[in-house]
């Protein structure tokens, strides 16, 4: 039995063994009361389960000081981010209820029997249902937001999927009393036992992709982490979809045109975007592409020095702290690379890095450089031309992100870049910072191979629940068995009827 | 170079070799072209597409004598049905070309900055975009409905995205032909070279699969074949997705009551869609359940009558045919096994084989009876009681449908069985047969594993686009940037603006 220890990121320094590593056992439990509890969650219907939604909320906002307080011992990230973090969380459960009432996301519809051009058509109605048992895999960079609580958990359970959670080692604690409240608002709201269970250790992550209950999973995590599950996932006699969030550069272009007019306002941005969480967001912009100019060079230097006056902070573990640290070292050893920004003078306290920023010329942006790299570092590139910015763009990988300042009277140059980066991320800004989600139903936050294993999905925003539904049809159905959202009284739903989207009468 | 023959299955003759298979640097250039294409595909816009299937529609019927002549003589599948497969495929064309008019199939979103619960909000907006050039595997067994032209095909057009097939060996003269016809159509609205491309053989549909500028994978065949080159999608350096379409054993439950009530009219049913284009399609209900008394003993010596009054006919090909003798071969041989209808007496021309019906009782029904068997073989288990018939449902596999034949006053069983079912199924049929695949909005076709590769989407029907479409945001990006379906001027298509969905103010 191996202990999980609550380490507080500031000192290093294990304050307590809050659980023990779940034993396959453990885990087969989970999974089969998940999958007990499957035909319950989905029998409490749209309106059930956004009462049970609401009451989470409303159970995360009553431990509310308890949490954060655990949240920010064992990450380290601050209390007033992680207080906005339980409130995004709260915000996105209450969002999720709405989108439940408003029901459009069941995309219900109906083709009544007909005579058509290829001859008669039966009665068919068809929405969508849960998918069944989802594990989620809790991330260490948002211990509120993608973990025990947050979209991936809240996604599955307005989707009507019980949830099995294998929390992230560097919260143990706070996973733990998040997992209290959750089930305190369960059993208020009659939400079956096995709604949501939580695991431990890397072993029952294993033993959780593989668990032949388990109908999909969601995860946030590093590329190579992220990889061996989705390969586990697919190795399976009956393979599962696998949501992951991995990895991402989040390209920023600024245009020469941007660089003139902005030059002061862009590093203090972009400055404060690299280094917000450690530099420990998803959407962090960790590569730049600056021009090769006078006023380029400008910006650059504004942005080293923002970048210098950002103080040290400790990262979320000592293992994120080392790679970081190996990483900007063998940077600092590169030839053709600047540094721009000071060495740490002599050790820092627990898992404590300082914020770095390196130049490269276009010819020096070698595949290493095209690996996010997890905490605070920018990796500028300086180009002297468009042709050159644009070469360069096409050898992007996918990512969560890209964005592009422009000049206010510039054209060419901005719609060439947007078109290109568009290629290769899932949300495209102007004049912005990427970090920052906001949970909206107009939000995409996932995008192509490394950002997420599954281009097709979100895992920000209404549309994610559509990750853990499934269609199923209906025909010549009796009445009687139908769903009521299929039945033909008007359920208070948007549908599409005989091909035709309507909108509920009473809307 | 080998060549690809174009052989009779109703003599097993070669008649000639109509194609050589496609080396490594063709599959490269069909892959390049259609990367090359993708952007001005997608530049053609919704009407601009409509259009170009619209005319594929018309291309595929003005060829029509002469496509159904070549199918019948490669299939043999007869051309009263090869008629209807293309109607059925220029049905689908202008149905997605509807759906392009229509325009909800983008999801169009729009939220304007504003404040909100969680702080201001930028301007936000999405829409589904083309993931870029698909590869299509044609199907031995639907040579104008899932080969060159037909569903894939058709989807992943209208979604905007370039295609190339790998033609399936039973069907190259049909399959050039209509490459021919589609890219006439491709001529006379303007698409742009590469939309649309045709390789052969084994090893060109494994360099597709892997190719970097393939975005996704659209399949129709074996359960070996497809989880061959699903796993092969999967282990690419960037995993694509690999939407294949399997085995199905489409179970079909008759009840005691529908069998006391309609014996004669469900065996005849069931035989016909048993033997329709000789077992072979998709949606053969292979596993029929019938109940352990007087009743279903009549309905059982009844459907034996008329399988075995269905004449031979042939498979597709010698593979087929003989992968289907060897099968029932072997049940010959097994004990507790009864065959219900006679062997041929002796041997039949081409690839004929004639259909076979056996039953087991439930404590029979081995693993291996668990497998789609491609062709004219019908397995029918009986069952003393109802507590035995839902315990041999709980082992089913997934499968693309499911069926309940009830009595017309029985409620308890036919909903239980239907529940069970449910689970496992993407379509859930009541009283009916499930070969006959309606195109139609509210179709789903698809289901659990083998019955596809995954359970989220449909191969038919106009969902089915979603396959092929990714979703991006723009943020905060100025009006000149936007796509016309997200600029505030009403595009006349449903989006959701500010969280409500709206209905364009023309309709």
């Not at 308890?66 to 981010?81: H, K, M, N, P, S």
């Not at 009956?238 to 660089?259: C, H, K, Q, R, W």
Request: net charge negative.
């Amino acid at each position: 039995v191996t202990d999980v220890l609550s380490i507080d990121p500031r000192t290093g320094q294990a304050t307590e063994a809050v659980a023990q590593e779940s034993s396959g056992s453990d885990v087969d439990r989970a999974c089969r009361q998940a999958a007990h509890a499957a035909p319950a969650l989905a029998a409490m219907g749209r309106e059930g389960r956004a009462t049970l939604l609401d009451a989470m909320a409303a159970a995360l906002e009553d431990a509310r000081e308890e949490i954060v307080l655990l949240a920010d011992r064992e990450t380290a990230l601050g209390t007033a981010r992680l207080h906005g973090e339980l409130t995004r969380t709260c915000y996105q459960l209450r969002q999720f209820a709405e989108a439940l009432r408003e029901g459009s996301y069941l995309q219900a519809s109906i083709d009544h029997a007909a005579d058509t051009a290829m001859g008669p058509r039966p009665d068919l109605r068809r929405m969508l249902v849960p998918l069944g048992p989802v594990a989620v895999f809790g991330a260490s960079n948002f211990p509120l937001a993608f973990s025990v609580p947050g979209g991936d958990t809240a996604a599955a359970l307005a989707a009507g999927c019980p949830v099995v959670v294998k929390g992230h080692p560097n919260h143990p604690a706070t996973s733990l009393r998040c997992l209290e409240a959750l089930r305190s608002a369960c059993r208020a709201t009659g939400a079956p036992e096995g709604t949501l269970s939580l695991v431990f250790g890397q072993e029952a992550g294993t033993a959780l992709t593989l668990h032949p209950e388990v109908r999909a999973v969601g995860f946030t995590g590093s590329e190579r982490g992220g990889r061996a599950l989705f390969d586990l996932a697919c190795s399976r006699p009956d393979p599962i979809p696998f949501y992951g969030e991995l990895g991402s550069l989040n390209p920023m272009v600024v245009t020469p045109g941007a660089a003139a007019e902005r030059s002061a306002e862009i590093a203090r941005g972009l400055a404060q975007s690299l280094t917000q969480g450690a530099g420990q967001f998803c959407t962090k912009p960790g590569l730049v592409f600056l021009p090769d100019d006078p006023e380029g060079r400008l910006l650059l230097q504004r942005l080293a020095a923002a970048v210098g006056d950002v103080p040290p902070a400790p990262l979320l573990t000592q293992g994120i702290a080392t790679a970081f640290t190996t990483a900007v070292g063998a940077l600092r050893d590169r030839t053709g690379l600047d540094r721009l920004t000071p060495d740490p003078d002599g050790p820092l306290e627990g898992y404590a890095v300082r914020p770095a920023l390196v130049s490269v010329p276009a010819d020096g942006l070698d595949p290493d450089l095209l690996q996010e790299c997890f905490g605070p570092l920018g990796v500028v590139v300086t180009y002297r031309s468009d042709a050159e910015l644009l070469a360069l763009l096409q050898r992007l990988p996918g990512a969560l992100t890209g964005t592009v300042h422009r000049g206010a009277a510039e054209e060419g140059l901005p719609a060439q870049v947007a078109a290109e980066l568009s290629q290769r991320v899932g949300r495209l800004l102007f004049d912005g910072y990427p970090t920052g989600v906001a949970v909206a139903w107009s939000m995409q936050h996932g995008g192509p191979w490394p950002a997420t294993t599954n281009p097709l999905h979100t895992s920000v925003g209404m549309a994610s629940m559509s990750r853990f539904l499934r269609p199923l049809t209906w025909q010549n159905a009796p009445h009687d068995v139908l769903p009521v959202e299929l039945r033909d009284p008007d359920p208070g739903i948007p549908r599409r009827i005989d091909g035709t989207l309507v909108l509920p009468s009473g809307g």
